[in-house]
């Protein structure tokens, strides 16, 4: 007998699937949902709402990067939350240059909506393929 996932770690199976599509995004985010980019990301920030996430974090995103992938390997549910460990894949537009880095999401569901992320990620070797430093960059 296959187990189906829970339905919290459905949503999150969801958000992964719309690879960026923003109807699907607004569809399985909460209205005032909490976006948080681990520091050292290129775009490290706290995003708040479904707009704020699409027009400044995804915009910059896929501006910056193409053939970007985002692939969940194993979830784990505890309580309302869901953790998410995979990885990302992309090139870079401006070097051209290929990475792939592990990452860790903390998704926390409320009412079968996404209401926060936490966000950790190998960001060392996006950076390498940005040719940039972005620990750096902060003050």
């Known amino acids: 007998m296959k187990m ?5 770690i459905a949503v999150v199976q969801r ?3 719309a690879r960026g599509n923003a109807t699907v995004i607004r569809e399985v985010v909460d209205r005032n949902v909490c976006w948080e980019v681990v520091e050292g990301f290129p775009y ?3 995003y708040l709402g479904p707009d704020d996430v699409l027009g400044r974090f995804f915009a910059r995103l896929f501006a910056d990067f193409e053939d970007w992938h985002t692939e969940p390997e194993e979830f784990f549910e505890v309580d309302n939350r869901v953790i998410a460990l995979g990885a990302y894949s992309a090139r870079a537009k401006t ?9 860790a999401h903390v998704w926390t569901i409320r009412d079968g909506v996404i209401v926060r992320l936490q966000h950790c ?8 393929a940005l040719g940039k430093d972005f620990n750096k960059e902060r003050v």
């Open 4 to 8: 189906r996932p829970n339905n919290n």
């Open 95 to 103: 070097t051209s240059k290929t990475f792939q880095a592990r990452f």
């Open 121 to 128: 990620a190998d960001t060392a070797q996006i950076a390498k």
């Open 15 to 17: 958000l992964y699937q």
């Open 44 to 46: 490290s920030d706290v």
